[in-house]
């Protein structure tokens, strides 16, 4: 049984880090590469979160410049200060896994920063990281916590983590009280559970789970589908947004008031699949 789980959980991180190697910011040294690198440098220094961001990407990726993951690790480090999430947790994850900068310590200081933003694939990383002892850190209560937050952000892997440890009995009301809570609320309201069945507290919980379609939380990705835009639309969209925002001198956040992340550019800088999201509603909508 613990060869088995340790098979899953070095899966999960695998699958979590290979998003530190390959960003969709393709390497490049055209002219018109070089050219975007100049704009992203030009207003990060004008105090621009979501560039500085960015330009952590076009560094890590090579994209109109050399490679320099010391260089990336400090752009994404400057947004995160300013509260991009999305830097938060590359700038956590370059810390636990990139030879250059490697530093456990802070590579969980800056994930648990993302996910306490309720940045989902931050919160499902923390969860398989203290549910397995790479790190040394392994700690029931610190997995489950996470894995709510991530639940709740309808982070995408979190259904098939969560299906596998059913499959082991091992998610139950005593390993994960605070997750295990969040579904069972769901699973009343549906009527796949009775009352009796909430305050289940041993392996039982995993025969009703195995027997009830779980009831996921419903993503945007799921009934959003058009055409992706490219790098370049998305450069362009996003460097155009500067021209209209003023840049962050001081203070702790970048979200616009009145707005959430989702439709707010300052809070994509960097992140394609956030930015290809939001260019989904626009042409949707």
């Not at 616009?256 to 042409?283: E, Q, V, W």
Request: aromatic share 10%; charged share 20%; glycine share 6%.
């Amino acid at each position: 049984m613990k060869i088995i789980i340790n098979i899953l959980i070095c899966i999960y991180l695998s699958g979590m880090f290979i998003t530190v190697q390959a960003s969709e910011i393709p390497e490049c040294q055209s002219d018109e590469c070089v050219n975007y690198f100049k704009k992203y440098k030009q207003y990060s220094r004008a105090g621009h979160p979501a560039a500085m961001a960015t330009l952590g990407e076009l560094y890590f990726s090579g994209y109109g410049t050399d490679k320099n993951l010391k260089k990336a690790l400090k752009y994404y480090k400057r947004a995160a200060r300013h509260g991009s999430t999305f830097a938060q947790h590359k700038a956590g994850l370059l810390y636990l896994k990139e030879t250059e900068v490697l530093d456990k310590e802070e590579g969980i200081k800056y994930l648990k920063k993302a996910a306490r933003n309720k940045h989902g694939a931050a919160a499902f990383l923390l969860s398989v990281i203290y549910h397995e002892n790479d790190y040394n850190l392994y700690d029931l209560s610190q997995s489950d916590k996470w894995l709510a937050v991530a639940y709740q952000a309808k982070y995408n892997k979190v259904p098939a983590f969560i299906d596998n440890l059913i499959k082991l009995n091992l998610f139950t009301a005593n390993n994960f009280p605070e997750s295990t809570l969040l579904i069972n609320e769901l699973l009343l309201s549906q009527n796949h559970l009775t009352p009796q069945d909430k305050n289940i507290t041993n392996s039982g919980a995993s025969e009703k789970y195995q027997q009830a379609s779980i009831p996921w939380p419903k993503g945007d990705t799921e009934v959003i589908t058009v055409t992706a835009p490219t790098i370049s639309e998305i450069f362009d969209f996003e460097l155009a947004s500067f021209k209209n925002k003023a840049p962050i001198q001081s203070g702790t956040g970048s979200r616009l008031p009145g707005t959430s992340c989702a439709d707010n550019p300052s809070c994509h800088g960097g992140d394609i699949d956030a930015y290809k999201l939001l260019f989904a509603k626009m042409r949707a909508g």
